[in-house]
Each structure stands twice: as structure tokens, then as C-alpha cells.
């Protein structure tokens, strides 16, 4: 019998962990050259536009003009009514007339504005003006919004499995100390005790051989049920060969007789991998105080990182701001002043948009669990209730 060599163990290893963790990646991968592609594609459009005085531009200028004149003609009287009136002349401004396209349509503008599409932040300070721009950010949306809920349910599923463990492992460690606190002086002992005589009193009953069968059968002809002889030998037949035959290795036989079965295998198991997504956050339980305590913790490293790059923010802004984004919210009333700086903070982003939509799935089951709680408290209420006759 012809032997075929086997890789080495190392080999194998690494190609195990490869395609285990290249579903992840895959997905990780296909979201990075979307945004990238999207910053080529809107920058080449909204940044190449031609800017176009308006009417509206024009009319902004004159009453803007109006208004200064205005103010130099007597300036003590009309200090207040000038405030009110540039206010509101401004409100009617449009931001884009005072903003070259080029400067902001660059490349990390562009992957700003893409990165805030697919994640339905939409900060609202950086839209597309063309037509063209309209129409392809929301086929972009239309895709990339899919895109990074998949990555966001499979990030969900590695994220719950260390959260899952994590907390276990602290629950079995808690459960150990106050054992070691509670087992001491006579408790200990008695338990030892009583473990031994639990040891001593288990038997072991190994599987029966043929002539044993046979002798407590004879003793069992006397019950009022009887087996024929060819019932009973196809029987012990059967069992024997269930005892007696050795197990066999299935994949070592592929293996050696056909390669590409067991490569087979390994593209089921990817595969099954693709379609375990979303099961490990669906499995998670941890109590939704430690959820909040984990997402609070997570904005504040954020907060006391982000005024070192923008200036015009305290603490409590940043912490605003984290808050508005991970929860894509996106009011748009905190600004950025250097977006391509906070374009290193994206995998922050994806991370911390996940512990967020752990919490508010573990916030949605409680609440399910508690409206349940509630129509069967109410259901049991207005139940109405068995009337006892007298015969």
C-alpha cells in the first residue's frame, strides 16, 4: 500500500488559523478598498467642479454691502439691530460658496465624507453639489451600507466571544475565591469525607461478553418476555462486531486515497464559517451595566485624546462628539477642524460602533424579556377566575 507523505505539522497549523480568520479579513479588506475607491471617485467629481457665481451669491454680497454701509453711517444706534440682521443674513448663507473644492474635495476629504456615508453618521458639513455627486452617493450608500453592517455583525461575533469569556472567566475566578474563603477548618474536611465515600460507592459496569449474556438470558427465560435464539445471536453478532471492529479515520482515508476531498473539507468549513455569522452575538449574555461601564470607558480614552489635534475642543466636547458619532447620530453642530487626523481614528470608530450596537442588542432582549413579564403579569390579571360550585 502506497504511503503518501503528509505536510508538517507547522504547515498545517498555519493554514488552519489562515482560513480561519480569512473570512474577517475578507470582509475587513472588501470595506477598506470601497472607501478607497469611493475617495478616488468623489474627489475626482467634487473636486474637479466648476464654481458658479449664482443669483443668490450675488444678492448674499449686496445686502452684505447694504449692511456695512449701514453700520458706518452711525454706529452707537444701529450696534444691536446690525447684529440681528448679520445673523440672519448669514443664516441664509450657503457654506459652500466660501469653500474652495479642491481643498476640501481632497483625497482624506473625500475618504472623511465615504467613511461617514457608509456608517450613517453624516456629519452634514461635507455633501456632494453636483448632480452626478448626488446620484452616485446614494448608489455608494446603497452598497456600502450593507457592507458595513456585515462587518459590524462579524466584528460583533469576535467582540462577544472575548466579552462572553472574559466575563466567565471572572465569574468562575469570583466563584473560586469565595469557595477558598467558605472551605475551611471542619467544611473542608467534611467535603473531603464526604467525596471519598461518593468515590468508593461508584461501580464501574463494563460491557457485558457473549457467555455473560447468555448466562443472565438463561436467567431471564422465567420473565414474561422471551427471545428466539436467532434474535438473540443477531444480536450478540452485532455487538460483538461494534466492540471488536476499530474505529476508522475517515479523513486520514480521504487524505491518502484523494487530496482534493480533504481540500473539500477545509472550503465546507470556510464556508460554514461564512454562515456561523452573527450566532456568537445572538449566544451573548453579560449584564448590561458592565455594556455601559465598557462604552463609557471607551469614549472618555477617545475624549481625553482628541483636544490634543483639535483645539477648539474640551473633554466634555469630545466626549459629545465620540458619543454622537459611535451612536451615529451625527448632528453635524461639533466640526472638525482636521477630519484626516480623526481618519486614523477609524478603526476607533468601527470598534467603538460595535460595543455600542452590542449594548443596544443586550438593551433590546432585556426589554423584549420585560415586555414579556408585563403581558403575562397583565394577561394573569384580567384572567377571570374559576368560580367553586357547591354540588
Same mark, same amino acid.
Given at each position: ?18 482560513? =480561519?480568520? %480569512? ?5 475587513? *479588506?472588501? !470595506? ?6 469611493? #475617495?478616488?471617485?468623489? @474627489? ?96 455608494? =450608500?446603497? %452598497? ?5 453592517? *456585515?462587518? !459590524? ?6 467582540? #462577544?466571544?472575548?466579552? @462572553? ?96 476531498? =480533504? ?129
Amino acid at each position: 500500500m502506497a504511503t503518501t507523505s503528509q505536510p508538517p505539522r507547522g504547515k498545517t497549523t498555519c493554514k488552519k488559523i489562515f482560513w =480561519a480568520v %480569512f473570512p474577517h479579513a475578507c470582509f475587513i *479588506l472588501s !470595506l477598506v478598498i470601497y472607501a478607497f475607491l469611493g #475617495a478616488l471617485m468623489f @474627489s475626482h467629481i467634487e473636486g474637479t467642479r466648476e464654481v458658479s457665481v449664482n443669483e443668490e451669491y450675488r444678492t448674499f454680497l449686496q445686502n452684505l454691502t447694504f449692511l456695512a454701509r449701514k453700520l458706518s453711517d452711525n454706529v452707537t444706534e444701529n450696534d444691536k439691530m446690525f447684529k440681528d440682521d448679520i445673523r440672519e443674513l448669514f443664516n441664509t448663507a450657503d457654506p459652500v460658496w466660501f469653500i474652495n473644492p479642491e481643498d476640501r474635495w481632497n483625497f482624506f476629504g473625500s475618504l472623511f465624507f465615504c467613511c461617514t456615508v457608509f456608517t450613517t453618521v453624516g456629519y452634514g458639513n461635507t455633501y456632494p453639489v453636483t448632480r452626478i455627486g448626488k446620484y452616485l452617493c446614494m448608489l455608494y =450608500a446603497l %452598497f456600502g451600507i450593507p457592507l458595513m453592517f *456585515l462587518v !459590524l455583525t462579524d466584528m460583533g461575533d469576535i467582540l #462577544a466571544t472575548v466579552l @462572553s469569556k472574559s466575563y466567565n472567566e471572572f465569574r468562575k475566578l469570583q466563584s473560586k475565591i469565595l469557595a477558598s474563603k467558605l472551605c475551611s477548618g471542619f467544611t473542608c474536611s467534611k467535603r473531603n469525607e464526604l467525596k471519598s465515600r461518593a468515590q468508593s460507592k461508584i461501580v464501574i459496569n463494563e460491557p457485558l461478553t457473549i457467555m455473560e449474556l447468555l448466562r443472565s438470558q438463561s436467567g431471564m427465560r422465567q420473565g414474561p418476555v422471551k427471545y428466539r435464539n436467532v434474535e438473540l445471536f443477531e444480536m450478540l453478532i452485532a455487538r460483538e462486531k461494534e466492540n471488536t471492529q476499530p474505529a476508522r479515520n475517515k479523513s486520514m482515508e480521504r487524505w491518502s486515497s484523494c487530496p482534493e476531498l =480533504a481540500r473539500e473539507k477545509t472550503v465546507s468549513r470556510v464556508i460554514e464559517n461564512f454562515d456561523k455569522i452573527g450566532k456568537e452575538l445572538e449566544k451573548l449574555d453579560v449584564p448590561i451595566v458592565l455594556m455601559v461601564l465598557v462604552i463609557f470607558v471607551y469614549i472618555s480614552c477617545a475624549a481625553a485624546i482628541l483636544p490634543n489635534w483639535e483645539k477648539n475642543m474640551d473633554f466634555q466636547e469630545a466626549f459629545y462628539f465620540c458619543f454622537i458619532t459611535l451612536t451615529t447620530i451625527g448632528f453635524g453642530d461639533t466640526k472638525l477642524e482636521h477630519p484626516k487626523f480623526f481618519l486614523f481614528f477609524s478603526l476607533y470608530i468601527m470598534i467603538g460602533m460595535e460595543i455600542v450596537f452590542i449594548a443596544f442588542k443586550l438593551g433590546q432582549d432585556r426589554l423584549i424579556i420585560l415586555y414579556k413579564k408585563v403581558i403575562s403579569f397583565c394577561a394573569e390579571k384580567n384572567m377571570p377566575s374559576k368560580k367553586i360550585y357547591p354540588k
